[in-house]
């Protein structure tokens, strides 16, 4: 079955640099990559999303990079604020169907 | 705007007890699916459904079981509660468009 493995665990940047979260895949089947913001208490939420026909997709301060040869994509996050600190999760999918998330990356945005 | 919603936000429950969770979605979703989160562990997949009276297992199915009566509800129960099931239980939804709406979540502790 899909094993999503994701990197680093923890991540503490100062505010206004960029930060970089990356995740791999092993099913060469899935095709469905969303990424998902959890703050501290509430339910995770969906920031951005990528499918396996498209290698990148940007939105405001936000972007996924897709490389289905190496089987791995990386949320891009510019900017930072400290309202970006959370948990953030990647996951994998075919077709909508059986999801496997990463185990997490704790950011942290320091003033 | 989608409403996933879960019958408690916290539960206590002893040992051997038979414990129900509920989940309810108001979107008309093809797709639902259970979670349980734990820390360092990110999000692990106990069931999913794709259609009323259909289920599949996930990644950690064992000591549990689910039931989908009706499209709009998926139930998940611990047929005899133990400790080792203590931990957040998140339910989420999905139509075809594949974005994972998730419910607010129930923290389950098994004394």
């Known amino acids: 079955g899909e094993n999503v493995e994701q990197h680093p665990s923890t991540l503490s940047v100062q505010e206004g640099d960029s930060a970089v979260i990356k995740c791999t895949y092993s099913d060469s089947a899935s095709n469905y990559f969303p990424w998902y913001k959890q703050e501290l208490g509430k339910r995770p939420q969906l920031i951005i999303d990528i499918r396996s026909n498209v290698g990148e997709k940007k939105d405001q301060r936000i972007a996924v990079t897709l490389n289905k040869t190496a089987k791995h994509f990386s949320l891009h996050i510019t900017e930072t604020q400290p309202e970006d600190s959370a948990v953030y999760f990647c996951a994998a999918s075919t077709n909508g169907q059986n999801f496997v998330f990463g185990p997490g990356t704790r950011l942290s945005v320091l003033p | 705007d989608v409403k996933v919603t879960q019958s408690s936000r916290y539960l206590v429950k002893r040992t051997g007890e038979k414990v129900f969770l509920e989940c309810v979605q108001d979107?008309?979703?093809?797709?639902m699916f259970w979670y349980r989160q734990d820390p360092g562990l990110g999000l692990r997949l106990i069931y999913f459904?794709?259609?009323?009276?259909?289920?599949e297992k996930g990644d950690i199915p064992e000591g549990y079981s689910v039931s989908r009566e009706k499209k709009e509800r998926f139930s998940l129960i611990l047929e005899s509660a133990s400790t080792n099931q203590t931990s957040m239980y998140l339910c989420?939804?999905?139509?075809?468009?594949?974005?994972?709406?998730f419910g607010p979540g129930t923290r389950l502790t098994v004394t």
């Open positions: 989420a939804s999905t139509s075809s468009e594949e974005e994972q709406y």
């Open positions: 979107m008309d979703h093809e797709n």
């Open positions: 459904s794709y259609d009323v009276k259909m289920k």
